[in-house]
């Protein structure tokens, strides 16, 4: 009796130390089960959000926090399969021997309460706005209002983002709203501002030039610069231009420093000329004395020697004077 009880105790001994075993072995590994569908919060996707998972406790803590990717745009539905699944728990050094999986074979994944970050907004306008950008030489185009987060509470598939230019009272800005639809809905609004910067030209003096001499490629040269204003539409260079007072070398030209030259004087004051006057094929003439002085093109006043009457003219290039008035 003695030796049965010993070898039924030792045999209880050896089933129960197997038992452990066992238990202990499943211990060493993971059990995951994946449902087929989940919403979370966030727009990053953890392990330990998607799936129950039983098993050793450090495995169990490393596998929560395996990212399984990223819900980039909003509405949008992510899916894991277990192919993927087991590639990453690989990766972070848990070989797809130490994991048993059961459920669905993949795990449709969308977010709840999606927020829309003010980047994704600007990115968004700043597309737009290279496709429609307004007249002018806009070389940069930088948001100067940005707009806050949004956040959308509830769950959408088919979350858009539609902009539109709107009017803005400065020349150099555009202001663009940007709708946010889901299900033909508007369900939320963002506007951001744009500063536009412009290609230009300067005209810079190479010496100092003189009052009244002409501007030339010798005395100045044109440059490139950005501007926070566009050039006017009538910019051209002031070459053969005067100079309306002395410069210094290296300044930047302005329009009130220079202008056209002044045409020369044809006829002076005291000056006797001649009044001509062409009417039906007949040309009639008087003589004349100038009370102002005047250049081609000019109206000047002119005393009839004759008749003493004083009659408006304008000067001929040949230093006659037509009668206007």
Same mark, same amino acid.
């Given at each position: 009796?003695?030796?049965?009880?010993?070898?039924?105790?030792?045999?209880?001994?050896?089933?129960?130390?197997?038992?452990?075993?066992?238990?202990?072995?499943?211990?060493?590994?993971?059990?995951?089960?994946?449902?087929?569908?989940?919403?979370?919060?966030?727009?990053?996707?953890?392990?330990?959000?998607?799936?129950?998972?039983?098993?050793?406790?450090?495995? %169990?803590?490393?596998?929560?926090? #395996? $990212?399984? @990717?990223?819900?980039? *745009? &909003?509405?949008?539905?992510?899916?894991?399969?277990?192919?993927?699944?087991?590639?990453?728990?690989?990766?972070?050094?848990?070989?797809?021997?130490?994991?048993?999986?059961?459920?669905?074979?993949?795990?449709?994944?969308?977010?709840?309460?999606?927020?829309?970050?003010?980047?994704?907004?600007?990115?968004?306008?700043?597309?737009?706005?290279?496709?429609?950008?307004?007249?002018?030489?806009?070389?940069?185009?930088?948001?100067?209002?940005?707009?806050?987060?949004?956040?959308?509470?509830?769950?959408?598939?088919?979350?858009?983002?539609?902009?539109?230019?709107?009017?803005?009272?400065?020349?150099?800005?555009?202001?663009?709203?940007?709708?946010?639809?889901?299900?033909?809905?508007?369900?939320?609004?963002?506007?951001?501002?744009?500063?536009?910067?412009?290609?230009?030209?300067? %005209?810079?003096?190479?010496?100092? #030039? $003189?009052? @009244?001499?002409?501007? *030339? &490629?010798?005395?100045?040269?044109?440059?490139?610069?950005?501007?926070?204003?566009?050039?006017?539409?009538?910019?051209?260079?002031?070459?053969?231009?005067?100079?309306?007072?002395?410069?210094?070398?290296?300044?930047?030209?302005?329009?009130?420093?220079?202008?056209?030259?002044?045409?020369?004087?044809?006829?002076?004051?005291?000056?006797?000329?001649?009044?001509?006057?062409?009417?039906?094929?007949?040309?009639?003439?008087?003589?004349?004395?100038?009370?102002?002085?005047?250049?081609?093109?000019?109206?000047?006043?002119?005393?009839?020697?004759?008749?003493?009457?004083?009659?408006?003219?304008?000067?001929?290039?040949?230093?006659?004077?037509?009668?206007?008035?």
């Amino acid at each position: 009796m003695r030796r049965t009880d010993a070898v039924i105790t030792v045999a209880c001994l050896l089933v129960s130390a197997g038992v452990r075993a066992s238990d202990q072995g499943k211990d060493n590994g993971l059990r995951i089960y994946l449902p087929r569908e989940i919403v979370i919060e966030a727009n990053t996707p953890k392990l330990g959000q998607i799936g129950i998972i039983n098993g050793d406790a450090g495995l %169990v803590s490393r596998a929560e926090e #395996i $990212a399984l @990717g990223r819900i980039m *745009s &909003p509405g949008q539905e992510l899916t894991i399969d277990r192919q993927m699944l087991l590639g990453r728990l690989a990766y972070s050094g848990i070989p797809a021997s130490k994991v048993r999986l059961s459920g669905a074979e993949r795990v449709k994944v969308r977010q709840k309460g999606h927020t829309i970050r003010q980047e994704e907004f600007v990115d968004a306008a700043k597309l737009y706005l290279s496709k429609n950008l307004p007249a002018g030489a806009i070389c940069q185009s930088d948001p100067i209002r940005v707009p806050d987060d949004l956040t959308i509470e509830g769950v959408y598939k088919d979350i858009r983002l539609v902009p539109r230019m709107l009017s803005s009272g400065a020349v150099n800005q555009t202001r663009i709203q940007m709708s946010v639809m889901a299900g033909g809905k508007e369900i939320g609004r963002r506007q951001i501002s744009f500063q536009h910067k412009y290609e230009c030209l300067k %005209v810079v003096t190479l010496s100092d #030039i $003189a009052a @009244g001499a002409t501007i *030339s &490629p010798e005395n100045v040269k044109v440059e490139k610069i950005i501007s926070n204003y566009p050039a006017a539409s009538d910019w051209s260079s002031p070459y053969g231009l005067i100079t309306r007072r002395a410069l210094a070398e290296g300044t930047v030209l302005q329009p009130n420093m220079f202008g056209p030259a002044k045409p020369a004087v044809l006829v002076k004051r005291n000056q006797s000329v001649v009044i001509q006057l062409e009417a039906g094929g007949l040309v009639v003439t008087a003589v004349g004395r100038m009370l102002d002085e005047g250049a081609a093109g000019d109206l000047v006043r002119v005393r009839n020697v004759d008749s003493q009457r004083v009659i408006i003219g304008k000067v001929n290039e040949d230093g006659t004077v037509e009668p206007v008035l």
